[in-house]
């Protein structure tokens, strides 16, 4: 009898205490969500009621040249943000791994541009490419790489590479702090049994640390391609989107239909329209991370 | 091995230097004048140097506003968080009622959506509430990415504490909810700091909801405030950059105290990028 009072007061404290999180996720998470795929069917006029439209809004942007741009771009963006933060975060871990002294101090520093505020990133950035006064064009002209100053952000094929430098310059410190940590906990004795059977570093790299380490890989070029996927602020700041549509991406394109042009079905099923990539990598964290905890 | 070396120096001296050019450059800039800026002079180093840049911030500009707007908004979001978080954390790894596993599924994934889907659909639930443009708007809006982040924190923090210590408490007459308080919480008491500043950190860097839910230029956060900076014109280098600066001072001072930790987050999957 005691027994299972006490069951059921555990139960309903469970409840108890898990409900403000409930309540508060349901209210500002869950109904906005969904208020918002219904919005996304329906096509509301200022002055007027909203009507249900079915999948017209979505129809209209899958017709739409603005929104295939901003698709493409979106694309890039992601890949090439994500391609590069591999590649040099995994320079930087290897650059790291094994180094004893001031190993601490030095992740400390590089870890700095993903702790900064990201305006400030998207600012100075903008800052250095500036066509006249930035340090890159500048340092550039002085060096006599170039006579005149480069067209960084004006530059519809540059401004998107741009972008993803910034970008690249923000992420690339957790890929390599997250890497470094996991090559850390790779046992010394697999590299010494190489190491016995002739593997040279690069044989090493592939056949011991990758392997080693492919969960934490896999964990964060997911949670890095939802964000990068849905990235605003780096973009919003330092060109708009522009020039014309060359960097416009997916949550810079919702905000121009949502809280520029004020078309709010249309602006949810652009806000909608990565929806089921990002479910997909959302499944596939879920299932990663529940994998290693048990 | 000495070409391994090479290389390994190499490397890490090029990805510093990387990482080191544009803050040195936000510091610079900051201590230029405007005609040092306008006519490029000592481009890469300021001389003369000059504190203009930050006097005219606290004496011209509405940089004190956005520094207490976001002070304001990133503690309230803060406790909020702390608060409701904490409950769930420990409500989801100590406690046992049907549905436990589901709840801790749906934290996970609210915590994975990002804001840059979520800021329409929220945005028209604010104004559907009658409730936009106010510092109470965002310190309700935050808390929708720190809830999820701050449960899912906690809960390998309060996983790492021994059950034993709290049986026994059990034993000795103590209630289930004080067990929490009295034994669970003391314990837990560095990843309720640890987990504190990272929301305080997330809330002072935050941009997007901010420039979407607030109209009223008094009720500006840093961020904004510095964004708006730009559309004035390219001879207010000296004074963004400044403020630049100033903004990235707090988090900095968190961060050397949270480096531990931020490691470790990071291979529990539980900071993100």
Not at chain 2, 119 to 124: A, D, S, T
């Amino acid at each position: 009898m005691n027994v299972l009072t006490d069951r059921r007061r555990e139960r309903l404290l469970g409840y108890a205490l898990i409900a403000p999180v409930a309540i508060f996720l349901g209210a500002l998470v869950a109904y906005p969500f969904l208020s918002a795929i219904y919005l996304s069917l329906t096509e509301k006029t200022v002055g007027y009621p909203a009507h249900f439209v079915g999948l017209r809004n979505y129809e209209a942007l899958l017709e739409s040249g603005r929104f295939r741009i901003v698709a493409w771009n979106s694309a890039a963006f992601t890949v090439g943000s994500i391609a590069v933060k591999l590649v040099v975060g995994m320079a930087m871990a290897l650059a790291l791994h094994n180094v004893v002294r001031g190993n601490q101090f030095v992740r400390g520093i590089l870890l700095l541009p993903w702790v900064i505020p990201t305006v400030v990133i998207a600012l100075t950035w903008k800052w250095l490419m500036d066509l006249f006064r930035g340090l890159i064009n500048v340092a550039l002209i002085d060096v006599g790489a170039v006579t005149g100053g480069v067209h960084w952000l004006g530059d519809p094929t540059l401004a998107m590479a741009s972008v993803i430098t910034a970008n690249v310059w923000r992420g690339f410190p957790f890929f390599g702090v997250s890497f470094l940590a996991a090559m850390q906990t790779v046992p010394q004795e697999l590299y010494d049994a190489a190491a016995v059977d002739g593997a040279g570093s690069w044989e090493k790299f592939w056949r011991i640390t990758l392997p080693s380490i492919k969960g934490v890989v896999a964990v964060v070029t997911l949670l890095s391609t939802i964000v990068t996927l849905n990235d605003f602020n780096i973009v919003y700041i330092m060109t708009r989107g522009g020039p014309g549509a060359a960097t416009h991406i997916f949550a810079t394109y919702s905000y121009e239909l949502g809280i520029m042009s004020q078309r709010w079905g249309l602006s949810m099923a652009a806000s909608m329209a990565s929806l089921p990539l990002v479910a997909l990598l959302i499944v596939a964290v879920v299932r990663y991370l529940h994998r290693e905890e048990e | 091995m000495r070409g391994a070396t090479l290389a390994r120096w190499t490397v890490l001296a090029l990805i510093l230097a990387i990482v080191f050019v544009p803050m040195y450059w936000i510091v610079a800039t900051s201590f230029k004048t405007g005609r040092q800026i306008l006519l490029s002079e000592s481009v890469y180093v300021p001389r003369p140097f000059t504190i203009d840049n930050y006097v005219y911030l606290f004496e011209e500009s509405r940089f004190a506003l956005w520094i207490r707007n976001s002070a304001v908004t990133a503690l309230a979001s803060t406790v909020l968080s702390l608060a409701i978080g904490t409950a769930g954390a420990y409500s989801l790894t100590r406690l046992s009622f049907p549905g436990r596993r589901t709840f801790g599924a749906i934290v996970l994934i609210t915590y994975l959506v990002p804001p840059g889907l979520m800021f329409i659909p929220l945005y028209r639930t604010f104004i559907g509430l009658g409730y936009t443009n106010s510092l109470g708007t965002l310190i309700l809006a935050y808390p929708t990415f720190l809830v999820p982040f701050v449960t899912w924190l906690l809960m390998g923090f309060f996983r790492s504490i021994p059950r034993e210590l709290e049986e026994a408490a059990l034993v000795d007459g103590a209630t289930r909810l004080q067990a929490m308080v009295r034994v669970v919480l003391p314990l837990a008491a560095p990843g309720l700091l640890a987990a504190g500043l990272f929301c305080f950190t997330l809330s002072w860097n935050e941009f997007l909801y901010a420039l979407i839910f607030i109209a009223d230029d008094s009720l500006k956060t840093l961020p904004v405030g510095l964004s708006e900076f730009v559309v004035s014109d390219f001879a207010f280098w000296g004074q963004l950059m400044a403020a630049a600066a100033l903004a990235s001072l707090p988090v900095i001072v968190v961060y050397i105290y949270l480096h531990k930790y931020m490691v470790q987050g990071l291979t529990a999957g539980a900071v993100k990028g």
